[in-house]
């Protein structure tokens, strides 16, 4: 990886709307429960690690899509306002965007409940010329499977690098698996290949990444290298009020610090910060730091642990 | 009552979107749930009311306040496709909507996450002028309660016939009740007030409304009229599809019944029918009947019973 980088980022995949309310508790079967508190705001994996990217600095480009309703015009409208180009996110006509009703309750137990709608994202004409066009690396998830593995030939074809945002193990996810470089999953996903997360781990590598994190909520994440060592990272201490979409900002970090071209462990610690960080506030981008915020609160750490 | 009446109703109180969702079983706390399909709606206690007497062919009026929100764009533009007149519909400025987010599952099981948002009904300066243009009935439900005290107060004092929509007995309620005289009520408003349901119906009864129904979902309905006689009228047998807004639209064929000057029983029989026809689809308006339909499935129910 070069010292100097013109960093750009495409994220190919989901963007959502997240409806998010707190409530005291989550409700028994059949009962009602009054929210405390309602926040409308953009959300998926790929969508808000890219609003992740863009307040850490970076250029970036969503490609997805989104219906033609209420929703992905606020959808759309959430990823301009941080920054995001999008051009190359269409408006499939007639259909539906994804949406979730998220429940935090206030011992921060999270429920999802999500709609994929019917807008589904293709790869577009331009896509080699877009990928062309001085991107360093595509940030993919995998709900839309064969698009995603059509969109992850390419950029391989074309040196492009790729990561890969996997939450749940699919049918058919062999087949993309392979063509992935940076390797970032669930602890459902991982343990899904195998309940032992070093065993898992040796697993995934061997499709090929050249790095394999799996993120672990409250117990930090595990990560292998190319070498075939593997580390672990403690999550930071936070009074988290929302963990919705730590994952999504952890890949964003992630690949930020792939852009810098840094040893994975100190991508991962950085990543794992801008993670801790989200939880401030409701949302899944409410609190998504900027780049200094992340470099200040890496060096009180670093200081408390002297 | 005259035999010839001139068909106008006010209502006055909660409008709300919802937001519906069909799981295959509601999730465990912590846990994810994909929705089968989603359904954005207006509704609300008095909205949904109002649009059921719509379609039942009566001009109707909602007097309510949405928030200057997306939501609130939903809500009005969904009673003004029903029919509804929005003349005094208030935007809120800085306010957000009532909504709900409500997740039916596959067993018919319902859970409600809803939010009251911060615009709240006002008694519009033009009220009185309002309610002796010809209006004959002002429907209520009580979750803001000075603004529909003080909106019974008036109707009492113009000789307007009140009806009150209660699902939750709340502090101050007292002081609403003797202003009320059709009080149709929820079982766990009815159980808040005595656990014995013909002991509770009499305590309300105490409070002068002339009639009282508590409704008690796949058991019917319990009523007491103004000679202080009770009567069971059973459930329509149906394969539920959704029973949000069932007894929104009770409300709406009950006041239907009134406007035809018809007897308690035959009104509460025809509100019985309205609100079994209603669960036929997901969302609380979607199935409403029109007036020719809920005649044809009573008739249809009588012949089948002979």
């Not at 899944?284 to 060096?299: C, K, S």
Request: aromatic share 6%; proline share 4%; charged share 20%.
């Amino acid at each position: 990886m070069p010292d100097t980088i013109n960093p750009q980022v495409i994220g190919f995949g989901q963007c959502c709307l997240d409806i998010l309310g707190q409530t005291s508790s989550y409700p028994e079967l059949d009962q009602k429960a009054e929210l405390n508190s309602l926040l409308v705001q953009g959300g998926g994996p790929v969508g808000t690690a890219l609003v992740t990217l863009s307040r850490l600095g970076v250029p970036v480009t969503m490609v997805g899509a989104v219906g033609d309703d209420e929703f992905g015009r606020q959808i759309r409208e959430g990823l301009l306002n941080e920054g995001v180009d999008c051009t190359y996110l269409a408006q499939s006509s007639g259909a539906s965007s994804q949406v979730a009703f998220i429940s935090v309750d206030d011992d921060g137990h999270r429920n999802i409940f999500w709609h994929r709608g019917t807008a589904s994202p293709v790869v577009p004409k331009s896509f080699q010329a877009i990928l062309s066009n001085s991107i360093r690396i595509l940030h993919l998830d995998g709900l839309h499977l064969e698009a995603t593995i059509a969109a992850a030939e390419m950029a391989r074809s074309l040196d492009v690098i790729t990561v890969l945002d996997a939450g749940t193990l699919r049918p058919g996810m062999e087949r993309l698996l392979p063509l992935i470089d940076h390797l970032v999953v669930s602890e459902k996903f991982a343990r899904q290949t195998n309940d032992d997360l070093e065993v898992a781990l040796k697993q995934l590598a061997d499709y090929g990444a050249q790095a394999i994190t799996i993120t672990l909520g409250k117990s930090g994440s595990l990560s292998r290298s190319t070498d075939g060592q593997t580390f672990s990272q403690p999550a930071f201490k936070v009074d988290a009020i929302d963990t919705t979409g730590c994952g999504d900002v952890f890949h964003g970090g992630y690949i930020f610090g792939l852009l810098q071209g840094w040893p994975l462990p100190q991508t991962v610690r950085f990543a794992s910060a801008c993670a801790a960080l989200k939880t401030r506030a409701l949302g899944g981008r409410t609190a998504i730091p900027a780049l200094q915020e992340v470099e200040n609160y890496l060096r009180d750490q670093t200081n408390e642990s002297t």
